[in-house]
């Protein structure tokens, strides 16, 4: 069973536009929602995190927008760089360590110079 | 500090066979976290261990099992390999359950042939 859905599965940006992807989930027990950042070869590094007591975190260039009521929250990536170019999880957990992570299936992130 | 640490980096096995990974997670983390990735998908979760003891089990077969050591390094089994088997095996550290954030290693490939 899917229980976060991850869209889009693949997204082409231009240096220095916005990057926008979106997950939704299904199970309202979630309380830590999680985004990853994987280059090729490498595991997956934490980027961003939040809890759904917040509506929106900034850190730096990344924003996350978190909508409770409508079970969705998204990755705002501001002045998109080449070197951004990555596959992106978001994931939730209801282990509010996020040691159990259930993941989105990924969006391929390409950053044109 | 090192970051968690896993081996071998690649391995390549026969339908059939049996298959031991192994991850050594961050100084000061005890717990130990264990995901499959196949490719083009978002890691999925296997196992988490925690002072030597499963703490929780992801929707696989029991043909996978796991173990923790005194040291806090952990070994992923998988039994009787299937070509389905073949995939990026990740282990994750915390230090404990309820802190945060989760840190990956880089990853065993596991292709079965």
């Known amino acids: 069973q899917q229980q976060v859905k991850q869209s889009p599965q693949s997204l082409i940006v231009q240096k220095g536009g916005i990057s926008i992807i979106n997950c939704a989930y299904e199970n309202t027990a979630f309380d830590y929602f999680p985004w990853y950042q994987q280059f090729p070869g490498k595991g997956p590094a934490l980027l961003i995190a939040i809890r759904p007591d917040v509506s929106e975190k900034k850190e730096g260039r990344f924003t996350i927008s978190f909508n409770k009521s409508a079970k969705q929250f998204s990755l705002h990536i501001m002045d998109s760089q080449p070197g951004d170019s990555a596959t992106y999880f978001c994931?939730?957990?209801?282990?509010?360590?996020?040691?159990?992570?259930?993941f989105g299936e990924g969006t391929q992130l390409t950053v044109n110079p | 500090d090192a970051g968690v640490t896993q081996s071998p980096t690649h391995l390549i096995k026969t339908r059939g066979q049996q298959v031991t990974l192994r991850c050594s997670p961050i100084?000061?983390?005890?717990?130990v976290s264990w995901y499959q990735q196949v490719l083009g998908q978002g890691p999925q979760f296997i196992f988490q261990y925690y002072e030597k003891e499963e703490r929780g089990r992801g929707n696989f077969p029991d043909r996978f099992s796991a173990r923790q050591f005194p040291n806090y390094s952990s070994e992923l089994n998988v039994n009787a390999l299937l070509l389905g088997d073949s995939a990026l095996y990740l282990c994750a550290s915390i230090r404990a359950p309820r802190s945060s954030p989760l840190h990956f290693g880089n990853g065993t490939r596991l292709t079965v042939t």
């Open positions: 994931a939730a957990s209801i282990d509010p360590s996020g040691s159990r992570l259930t």
């Open positions: 100084s000061g983390h005890k717990s």
